[in-house]
């Protein structure tokens, strides 16, 4: 923020808010005499800025203990944060489904829905989709929508810093869609639109498998596999956005896509088709010969195509997530190709949130955007330079 000389009280004034707001977040309905020995500001600043948050409905006053309750004479007074003064959406749009998180101010989850949708469906058919599962949690929640705050994406495809996704062949009518603009119809509230791998990278450091790493890459298993980095604890999204798109590293001299290296009829899979994936990986685990030389192939091509990831970015760790069937077959193979060629192979684990990793990331989107303006925090994980 640079040196303060006081000669700008409101940006002084600014930043007491944001400290005492910060400390009254983190602390079980402390009182004026905590919070001024945890900010180290002054009782009558501390004092002043209470008074003020509790204006704005951000801070509310708390019952008195039961023991203070009991002493004779009038208890401190103790004071929380209200987390319930506005709330935050993360969504995940996916070619089979589309997913939604609801929280409060403070990141924790009040609520979840999700409804399936056809991986043939049109944009417009998929947001509509978006809409209606958005419309059933906050009404099963009994949160108005006008209490949102912040609406956090996670979306296949390459996104531009307004929302628009720049280039998208994992859904129909994707490419050139301007995502966040007719969301933001929807919710009239910033709507923070992020590639879907980003978006899981960004939350298996928040709540995942990489809550201790700050140089992580996370791959998106998949037939068009793709992959979100963080580089000293910040979201690398490249240039242009395209950062990690390892799903593309097939056209480099490679003329077998991953569709067919999978396939055991030498028909390539449809990209899109989960099941025929999972029936695959189902019949190696039976034994079927043919089964196993499929995902052999495969595995060796994303095991190849991560490794030049990681020799590129020399994360920590790297956290594997996507599939729910046969992905545990892609971490002893990554492990051994790392081992040949990094100096100092990473870590690799399978990440621990699953099918919800990009709506928590999407969660956490709009979570950052909020903090930014109540708590003057700088450098976020997924603020946008």
Not at 1 to 30: F, K, Q, W, Y
Not at 349 to 375: I, M
């Amino acid at each position: 923020m640079g040196r303060l000389t006081g000669g700008d009280p409101s940006l002084l004034r600014r930043i007491n808010s944001a400290v005492v707001l910060h400390a009254l977040r983190g602390a079980e309905s402390p009182t004026l005499t905590d919070l001024t020995r945890i900010t180290g500001l002054s009782r009558p600043t501390v004092e002043g800025v209470v008074e003020g948050l509790m204006e704005g409905g951000l801070v509310v006053e708390s019952a008195p203990e039961e023991g203070e309750a009991r002493r004779q004479g009038r208890p401190a007074r103790r004071f929380r944060f209200r987390a319930e003064a506005g709330h935050l959406l993360g969504i995940e749009i996916g070619p089979h489904r589309v997913a939604a998180l609801l929280s409060g101010l403070d990141g924790r989850i009040v609520g979840a829905g999700s409804r399936e949708v056809s991986e043939t469906a049109s944009a417009d058919e998929r947001l509509e989709r978006v809409r209606a599962t958005v419309a059933d949690l906050l009404r099963r929640a009994g949160v108005a929508r006008s209490s949102l705050r912040a609406v956090g994406v996670g979306s296949p495809g390459i996104v531009e810093a307004d929302g628009t996704v720049r280039l998208g062949t994992a859904l129909p009518d994707w490419t050139g869609l301007a995502l966040g603009e007719r969301l933001r119809r929807s919710f009239r509230c910033p709507v923070l639109v992020e590639n879907d791998a980003n978006a899981a990278a960004v939350a298996e450091h928040w709540k995942g498998a990489a809550t201790d790493s700050d140089d992580i890459v996370f791959v998106l298993a998949g037939l068009s596999p793709g992959a979100g980095s963080l580089i000293g604890g910040r979201l690398h999204r490249g240039f242009g956005g395209a950062a990690g798109e390892i799903g593309a590293l097939h056209l480099l001299g490679r003329d077998v896509t991953p569709e067919k290296l999978l396939s055991t009829t030498g028909e390539p899979l449809h990209p899109l088709d989960e099941q025929a994936v999972a029936d695959v990986f189902a019949l190696a685990k039976r034994g079927d010969s043919g089964a196993q030389e499929a995902v052999e192939r495969f595995i060796q091509r994303l095991v190849h195509d991560v490794a030049a990831l990681v020799l590129a970015l020399d994360p920590e760790l790297v956290v594997v997530g996507g599939w729910a069937a046969g992905i545990d077959g892609v971490l002893e193979p990554l492990r051994q190709e790392l081992a040949r060629y990094c100096l100092r192979p990473p870590r690799v684990a399978l990440s621990l949130l699953g099918e919800a990793a990009v709506a928590t990331g999407a969660l956490r989107l709009a979570l950052d955007h909020v903090e930014e303006q109540l708590f003057a925090v700088e450098g976020t994980v997924t603020a946008r330079r």
